[in-house]
């Protein structure tokens, strides 16, 4: 009988019926016997003194049971939270897990109430009396870069945290002046609010008897949590804590970092000698979860008449807020800096970054980190070259695409591209959005009051960070491996252990797709477990779409090992050699006489029996690997996007979108389609309704969904989905990534097809997202005010 084949079937995901009848177990489900409940105490400053805090003012209230301040932190020597990404010059302000002499942002932690419910614990922490005074604040990167502005850490002179470049300056200056033209481009790409189902929240609990601490958390990596909280700020030896992040409500890149709450509630727990509970409403995630994006940009591309890139030069501020996080120095980076490159050949690219401290809520990786930025501002400023050019385009992208045959290809900002063709995702793509008959549609919708656009835009992406050894050059404080124990137990169930984390991807059902085929065994035996440290000894999470490429290669190579060892029990039940057996359709069989074989079940038991194994064979049947991966993959695609402009409102319509994505091999087609459906409506949210606004004082002014404005289904038009699979020549798997995608292209093509409409029609050539009727509006009466004048001299 042939074994049925998992890999690439769209199967329904097995995770799913549990999540939506409600029989998920997330954090703030977890009840602990004798568990208190914690409120952060929040500062309404964005920049303030602490000149006191009463706690007297709040103890006798019903209860409470103690609060906690910065001095109490302090003497417990909790440590500052750490950054885990270094660059030469990097400036690192301390980052206490609660502020003792200032606070840097409104939403930083003052003081925490412990009481004995959560309400208590609520009430009481909006009655502690903190005396505060306020100091002078910034919240634009760039004003704060200016000369005499406040200075947000002392520090941080001039609140300059860093300036990083990369790439040949001289000869992209040298490109530049061969140019014929030279388009330039101003943009912002404005700051994000993430805003994951499941707010974050965290439980701790203490044994003094073994001096071990247990955390469930809303983590994307939990392992990464506990090194972090270990051996940084809690410094107690990393046996002694043990992680756990059960179902998690989505991450978005925010669940990834060491927050303040975590640390606090740990050292609740131990001084109190009780399970302690933090869990955020809605309005608090706001002012305390990292936020995404915030860049002031400017671009220029050198060009030939004939639509050739020669160069391209960037320079970009990037918004740090109050602290330095986990991954913040490597966001505007070595994750946007390298990736300005795009799908083109360019004779050379520079690009320069500089980081500044300003008193908001603090930036760090929100889905795609730096890629979306990156893909952005190329891809606006190629357009406006089309433009500019009086060219198609996408024929001015595909004039300038590296070639199949160039791969593997060497960027000139570092990166070395696996594979890649990008010239057939275009074409099948242009094909779907019948693009040529859009065009021609908006030709004759011109002068009226509706207009459409067209954004179309090619991307290249770099996922599964790698290898360690480089990265680690590159200021990385952590390793880029991912690790898989494969157990297979005496009646041929198997558990798959994986130190990458699932909260929304699916991994428990495309894991074992991988598993089933290797072991060929039905996937109903094969379960999946990841997200406790106590059960998985290492691993580092899920981030940067590396999952599949990383985490699934290292399963495949625990699973080769397993079916290595199968084979030769295999060969030694069947007295035969093991050149002379071979693992298919579902058994292990001599060649040439199938009646001749065992089943996994047969060796499963044997394996564990150990009656009849061969000499010096170790029983059982269990195997781990680490797998450091050779480079990076680099998924890519071509994304399309139609909108419709009302010219009386200036409210935009997206009509129609289609993308055509390359991550190599499909583990799971609906599961991937799922990814990129989900990245598209979160790249479009950003580019036509989301956005974090800050006054000049660092006051956050869309704290809540009634000012920010999150994309709704009916925001969204039913996507029309393409594949090509170009197979990643560094892993075993061929896979590449998907997870990120969709928002790095999307922003991106519904920014094009919003500006291309403009241009068209009143010859606007940029405007910064989000495109709010209101500013479209406005910017169509300027230009229509602009043509009457013309008109009339």
Known sequence: MTQEKYFGKALKRTEDPRFITGAGNYVDDIVLHGMLHAAMVRSPYAHAKIGGIDKSSVEGMPGVMQVLTGEDVQQAGLGSIPVGWLLPDLKTPPHPAIATDEVHHVGDIVAVVIAETRAQAEDAAAALDVDYEALPSVASASEALKEGAPQVHPDVPGNRAFHWEIGDAAATAEAFNRAERVVKLKATNHRMIPNAIEPRASLAQFSPASGEYTLYTTSQNPHVHRLILAAFVMNIPEHKLRVVSPDVGGGFGSKIFQYQEEAIVLLAARLIGRPVKWAARRSESFVSDAQGRDHESEAELAVTNDGKLLAYRVKTIANLGGYQTLFAPAVPTYLYGTLCNGVYKFEAVHVEVTGAMTNTVPVDAYRGAGRPEATYLLER?????????????????????????????????????????????????????????????????????????????????????????????????????????????????????????????????????????????????????????????????????????????????????????????????????????????????????????????????????????????????????????????????????????????????????????????????????????????????????????????????????????????????????????????????????????????????????????????????????????????????????????????
């Not at 041929?492 to 699916?506: A, I, N, R």
């Not at 040439?592 to 010096?616: Q, W, Y």
């Open 381 to 793: 400023i190629v357009d406006v070259a089309a433009h500019e050019l009086n060219m198609d385009p996408a024929e001015l992208r595909r004039k300038n695409f590296i070639q199949p045959d160039e791969f593997p290809y060497q960027t000139p900002v570092a990166l070395v591209y696996d594979s890649g063709n990008y010239e057939p995702a275009l074409d099948q793509a242009m094909d779907m959005m019948k693009y040529q008959e859009v065009r021609a549609e908006q030709e004759k919708m011109k002068g009226g009051k509706k207009v459409l656009g067209v954004g179309l835009i090619s991307f290249v992406e770099a996922c599964g960070l790698a290898p360690s050894a480089l990265v680690g050059q590159l200021g990385a404080q952590a390793g880029q491996w991912e690790s898989s124990l494969v157990r297979v137990h005496p009646t041929g169930k198997v558990e798959l252990f994986t130190g990458s984390h699932s909260h929304g991807q699916g991994h428990e059902t495309a894991f074992p797709q991988i598993a089933a085929d290797e072991l060929q065994i039905p996937i109903s035996d094969i379960e999946l477990i990841h997200g406790d440290t106590g059960r998985m000894p290492y691993g580092w999470g899920t981030y940067g779409s590396r999952s599949a490429p990383v985490g699934g290669s290292a399963l495949k190579r625990a699973l080769e090992k397993i079916t290595a060892k199968a084979k030769k029990i295999a060969a030694h039940l069947l007295e035969a050699s093991e050149e002379d057996v071979e693992h298919a359709d579902g058994v292990f069989r001599i060649k040439g006489a199938p009646d001749r074989s065992k089943t996994f079940f047969d060796i499963a038991l044997m394996a564990h029996l150990a009656h009849n194994l061969p000499e010096g064979m170790e029983p059982g049947l269990e195997a781990t690997a680490f797998y450091d991966p050779a480079n990076f993959v680099y998924p890519f695609g071509t994304h399309i996007a139609v909108v419709e402009i009302d010219t009386e409102t200036g409210h935009v319509k997206l009509r129609n979108y289609g993308s055509v994505d390359d991550c190599g091999p499909l583990i799971n087609p609906l599961i991937a389609e799922g990814q990129v459906h989900g990245g598209i409506a979160q790249g479009m949210g950003q580019a036509l309704l989301e956005e974090g606004v800050y006054d000049d004082e660092g006051s956050l002014l869309t704290g809540t969904y009634m000012e920010y404005a999150m994309p709704r289904a009916d925001d969204v038009p039913s996507y029309q989905l393409g594949h090509t699979v170009t197979p990643s020549p560094h892993n075993p798997l061929g896979v590449k990534g998907i997870g990120e995608a969709g928002t790095i292209a999307s922003t991106a093509a519904v920014a094009n097809a919003v500006m291309d409409a403009l241009w068209h029609e009143y010859g606007i050539a940029h405007l910064d997202m989000p495109y709010t009727a209101e500013k479209v509006w406005r910017a169509i009466q300027a230009a229509r005010g602009t043509q009457e004048q013309a008109a009339d001299d």
